[in-house]
């Protein structure tokens, strides 16, 4: 199993719509979570982080942790066609060593 | 401020060949990771230097191997290439914390003939 699992899309909405992207985690110890996006022919960037549970809300992102479940949301509001990516769900190990999950892509159509 | 350089962007090889991949980090971040992404596995970890000296390493054969100068410019180089090396290579530099932020070049994209 690994660390970090995340559904590799891909996803094509409409222009406006809220796009929902999830991952799960295996370790309960895990709890800095981070999202990249990344561009097509670009190396990823960081979009959000987050610490333990609860959200966390940046403009039209929000990123959500469950720990319970061991789950992690990324929930775009009024998704836009700049919006298309993917993007990466991911955690930090020891010595800056990241487990990333696959990548979920995205289309926003307009 | 330069963001992370990665040389060459392209490069093609055959199999038996080995490659020399080199990443200028961030002014100022000592820490210096590579990343392996594929279709199907997504980024892996490959190592971690910082400050010259390999901190971290990932579940890869000893094929690939990497190095950090003093400047902190770093270097990875696999040798005898399969036709699953072909990949994009990614570098990433970062301030050296515990949590801090990875700023990823665009990546070395090699293919193995």
């Known amino acids: 199993q690994k660390e970090v699992e995340q559904d590799p899309g891909p996803l094509s909405v409409p222009e406006g719509a809220i796009v929902s992207l999830n991952c799960t985690y295996s370790?309960?110890?895990?709890?800095?979570f981070m999202w990249y996006r990344q561009y097509s022919r670009k190396g990823p960037e960081l979009l959000m982080y987050?610490?333990?549970?609860g959200n966390k809300e940046d403009g039209r992102f929000t990123a959500q942790v469950d720990k319970s479940s061991k789950y992690i949301s990324l929930f775009i509001r009024d998704s836009q066609p700049s919006d298309s990516a993917t993007y990466l769900c991911?955690?930090?190990?020891?010595?800056?060593?990241?487990?990333f999950g696959t990548g979920t892509s995205l289309t926003v159509i307009p | 401020k330069a963001g992370v350089t990665q040389t060459p962007r392209y490069l093609i090889k055959t199999r038996g060949q080995q490659v020399t991949l080199s990443c200028s980090p961030i002014?100022?971040?000592?820490?210096v990771s590579w990343y392996q992404q594929t279709p199907g596995q997504g980024l892996q970890f490959l190592f971690e230097?910082?400050?010259?000296?390999?901190?971290n390493k990932g579940n890869f054969p000893g094929r690939f191997s990497g190095r950090q100068f003093s400047n902190s410019r770093s270097e990875m180089n696999v040798s005898t290439l399969e036709l699953g090396d072909s990949a994009l290579y990614l570098c990433?530099?970062?301030?050296?914390?515990?949590?801090?932020?990875?700023?990823f070049g665009e990546g070395s994209r090699l293919t193995v003939l």
């Open positions: 991911a955690h930090p190990n020891t010595g800056n060593q990241f487990y």
């Open positions: 002014s100022g971040h000592r820490s």
């Open positions: 230097y910082f400050s010259e000296t390999q901190r």
């Open positions: 990433a530099s970062s301030l050296g914390g515990v949590t801090g932020e990875l700023f």
């Open positions: 370790n309960s110890a895990f709890q800095y």
């Open positions: 987050t610490y333990s549970s």
